[in-house]
């Protein structure tokens, strides 16, 4: 299982508004995908921790929404794969401990790495997230209206049972200027 913690800072002003400032959110990314289409999303499943998915796995597409739709789409894209060993509500439940385990935006400001404009080398922010979880992640960027490359996503590997952060097999391969805006959100 890949885990894709990211920041939401490509989503229009508005919209972040409606979303926890100062964090980072779930979304998952991983191979293989789409593993077994007759186990439909069932939210009665997460009942128990949909205040914890509202406020740590929103959908960032249109936070005005409850989740379900993305949820949903994490589930069949992606839980479904898992399902020999972690049922919905685990799956679920998991990528929710893990973000409280890893706290990206500790570790990067520990590094003095602060989501403040200022540019950063992505060698800087690797290592930093390498002290602070003991393993290697990818760094994905974007460009902002300006055309600045900026700190876009951290992809981070977890174990099969959803209780760890792991060295990825494979690191996803992501293009990124070596020095990077870490943009105030």
Not at 60 to 65: I, L
Not at 105 to 110: A, G, H, K, R
């Amino acid at each position: 299982m890949v885990l894709e913690i990211y920041e939401y800072e490509t989503i229009a002003l508005a919209e972040r508004d409606l979303l926890p400032k100062h964090s980072w959110h779930i979304h998952n990314n991983k191979s293989p995908s789409n593993c077994n289409g007759s186990s439909p999303f069932d939210q009665t499943m997460i009942s128990d921790l949909m205040g914890r998915m509202q406020n740590c796995w929103p959908t960032v597409a249109c936070p005005r929404n409850s989740g379900t739709k993305f949820w949903s789409h994490e589930w069949k894209k992606h839980g479904t794969c898992s399902e020999s060993v972690l049922d919905q509500h685990a799956y679920f439940e998991a990528g929710l401990n893990i973000k409280d385990k890893v706290n990206l935006l500790q570790i990067l400001e520990n590094a003095g790495i602060k989501p403040d404009d200022k540019f950063y080398k992505v060698d800087d922010i690797k290592e930093a997230i390498k002290a602070g979880t003991g393993h290697t992640p990818a760094i994905e960027c974007n460009n902002d209206p300006s055309r600045n490359s900026q700190l876009y996503q951290v992809y981070l590997c977890v174990d099969t049972s959803g209780s760890d952060i792991i060295e990825c097999p494979v690191i996803p391969i992501r293009k990124c200027n070596a020095s990077i805006q870490f943009p105030i959100f």
